[in-house]
């Protein structure tokens, strides 16, 4: 069973520029998941969808960050214009619904010089 | 208000030794679950072991133990027979709700386990 893909691995762009990643959850999960993983801390929650729709985006910083899930399946996470506190870890994971587990992909690297 | 505390930024254990990563949770909600992941340095989060609210036996997987003690709201992971290959970061983490997909995680800031050999 393919995992939870994401792209790209790794990027750095200078303050001020845009950039966006790209989830794609395991087959059949309908709630996807995109965390921030500041260096030295535990993963936080930006944004939850249940299928296309958003269950949970208290934590996204709307004036900068923007999500979208297309059709249920793949997400984008935008970041327009970044900050250097931008540069952290970008997670996505995707569940069953009701399940207890989360399936983590490898994360995006984001430098923000 | 921190709601998961793990109060060992980083731990220390001898191969083949047995190791506990505590984790303290703050919650009002009767109806929660705990968990704990895996993250080695190649940055993926690796899931070990889930625990309900309800679950009147500790939650069991392999190596992978929990202690869980409702009363003092904590929920140590234990680690069996340790491996050089458990050395990593460990993050303690609550769902709060009712098991449904509009539940929440809130992951605490990690332990970081050194295996020695």
């Known amino acids: 069973e393919a995992g939870v893909a994401q792209s790209p691995r790794y990027k750095i762009i200078e303050k001020r520029q845009s950039v966006a990643f790209w989830c794609n959850p395991i087959?059949?999960?309908?709630?996807l998941y995109w965390y921030q993983q500041i260096l030295g801390q535990g993963p936080k929650l930006l944004i939850q969808?249940?299928?296309?729709?958003?269950?949970?985006d208290s934590q996204l910083p709307k004036d900068r960050f923007s999500a979208e899930r297309l059709k249920g399946v793949d997400s984008t996470l935008k970041i327009q214009p970044a900050k250097l506190e931008d540069s952290a870890v970008y997670l996505c994971?995707?569940?069953?619904?009701?399940?207890?587990?989360?399936?983590f992909g490898p994360g995006t690297r984001l430098t923000v010089t | 208000a921190q709601k998961i505390t793990q109060t060992q930024p980083g731990m220390f254990v001898q191969e083949k030794e047995a190791v506990t990563l505590d984790c303290t949770y703050d919650?009002?909600?009767?109806?929660?679950?705990l968990f704990w992941y895996k993250q080695p340095s190649s940055g993926e989060m690796i899931f070990l072991i889930y625990?309900?609210?309800?679950?009147?036996q500790n939650a069991t997987e392999g190596r992978y133990s929990l202690n869980f003690q409702k009363a003092r709201k904590s929920a140590n992971l234990v680690i069996s027979a340790s491996q050089l290959g458990d050395s990593a970061m460990y993050f303690c983490?609550?769902?709060?709700?009712?098991?449904?997909?509009?539940?929440?995680?809130?992951f605490g800031p990690g332990t970081s386990l050194s295996v020695i050999p």
């Open positions: 983490a609550m769902r709060e709700g009712r098991g449904t997909s509009y539940d929440k995680v809130i």
């Open positions: 919650t009002s909600d009767q109806s929660y679950g």
């Open positions: 969808f249940q299928n296309n729709g958003v269950v949970d």
């Open positions: 994971a995707s569940s069953f619904p009701r399940a207890h587990e989360q399936y």
């Open positions: 087959s059949g999960h309908a709630t």
């Open positions: 625990q309900g609210s309800y679950d009147e």
